[in-house]
């Protein structure tokens, strides 16, 4: 089943999430944070047990970042 793309905007950037499943079945969270034409992709070590809560991590890590200036 294909899931649409979740996308926010937060300030001047927009943030996507997306999620993997690795070998031992756990998802792996990364997150897309765009302005204009500059995009930077993160991912992070956590492992989940869901796509949801992979997606849900890489979306409140991307808000943290932009509202805290770490952006920069």
Do not use: W
Request: glycine share 4%.
């Amino acid at each position: 089943m294909l899931q649409q793309k979740i996308k926010e905007q937060v300030g001047n950037y927009i943030v996507t999430p997306f999620s993997r499943i690795n070998a031992s079945g756990q998802f792996a969270a990364s997150v897309s944070i765009r302005r204009g034409v500059y995009d930077r992709i993160l991912r992070f070590a956590p492992q989940f047990e869901s796509e949801a809560m992979a997606n849900s991590y890489a979306l409140a890590q991307a808000h943290s970042m932009v509202l805290s200036n770490q952006l920069c």
